[in-house]
């Protein structure tokens, strides 16, 4: 399993759990130092970097990009891919294809959380999803489906509920992002949850239970573990955790206790 942390450019997210927001050469410098594989982006947009520009800093630093949030697109935009209105679902769509876009440059998935919707219809999700997941695919990347929990989300809240739903819309090229914080509100067991969806994630945002790093809270990472090496997952554990009590504090408790689980 790979080590990935969060950076954000996003001012409109300050509150977010998003671990550097230095500018990003100061970020992937740190990010590295701190000895992550890779960082996972949540940037305003498509055009705040030219992913040239990205491809320099991730070779300068020995870094990959795991993947890219399309946060933006709700918090600056307020689009979302199942809204009662078409129009919005279309400029959604825009936006998430452009990042599906930025990403694809950079070999990296786009991840859809927050713009699924706080409550949208799951006919309008697969929609979504199906034409994401066929943009991606010309990249060779997944598209990432993020179940949340029932404050952010009523679309699903729960890793199996999600699976079934791929299964059940034959939704080929989409993967499950299992979010360790969501799935401390929402499943009766992490690890079983983990190993029942294995074939479907593709992802994982590494958090403990309070949203700050592993250790900081009261998750039992050792059986979460187990579960991810039992279903052979190869992917990144990246931070998406609060930047507390400091953005460094957090980063380092991340990998070391990354460290000592393995
Ligand atoms: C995004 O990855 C996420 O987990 C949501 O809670 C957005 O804040
Ligand atoms: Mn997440």
């Known amino acids: 399993m790979k080590t990935a942390i969060t950076l954000s450019q996003v001012p409109e997210a300050s509150g ?12 992937f410098a740190t990010a590295a130092a701190i000895g992550f594989d890779a960082v996972e982006l949540f940037l305003p947009g498509p055009d705040f970097i ?31 891919l199942t809204d009662p209105s078409e129009e919005i679902r279309e400029a959604a769509l825009d936006f998430v294809f452009s990042m599906i876009d930025f990403g694809g440059q950079l070999g990296a998935p786009a ?10 219809s799951h006919d ?21 489906y993020e179940p949340l929990n029932r404050y952010e989300t009523n679309l699903f809240n729960r890793l199996a509920d999600a699976a079934k739903f791929l299964e059940l819309h034959d939704l080929k090229n989409v993967v499950l992002l299992a979010d360790l ?7 009766r067991d992490v690890a079983t949850a983990i190993r029942e969806a294995g074939r479907h994630i593709g992802h994982v945002h590494f958090a403990d239970s309070n ?6 809270g009261h998750t039992v990472a050792e059986p979460v573990i187990a579960a991810l090496r039992e279903i052979q997952y190869t992917g990144y554990l990246s931070a998406e955790i609060f930047p507390l009590p400091d953005p460094e504090t957090a980063a ?10 393995f």
Do not use: W, Y
């Not at 992913?51 to 795991?66: R, Y």
């Not at 914080?181 to 499943?187: L, R």
């Open 181 to 187: 914080f969501h799935m401390n509100i929402e499943e």
């Open 124 to 144: 309008h999700l697969v929609a979504g999803l199906r034409r994401c997941a066929n943009r991606a695919a010309t990249h060779g990347v997944p598209f990432i």
């Open 50 to 80: 030219s992913d040239h520009e990205v491809k320099s800093l991730a070779a300068q630093h020995g870094l990959a990009i795991a993947a890219v949030g399309t946060g933006a697109g709700m918090l600056r935009h307020g689009l979302s």
């Open 211 to 216: 949203r700050q790093a592993m250790g900081f």
């Open 111 to 120: 991840i859809l959380g927050s713009m699924q919707g706080k409550s949208g």
């Open 252 to 261: 380092r408790q991340t990998i070391s206790s990354i460290r000592s689980l």
């Open 16 to 27: 977010g759990p998003f671990v550097f927001r230095t500018p990003l050469p100061d970020a």
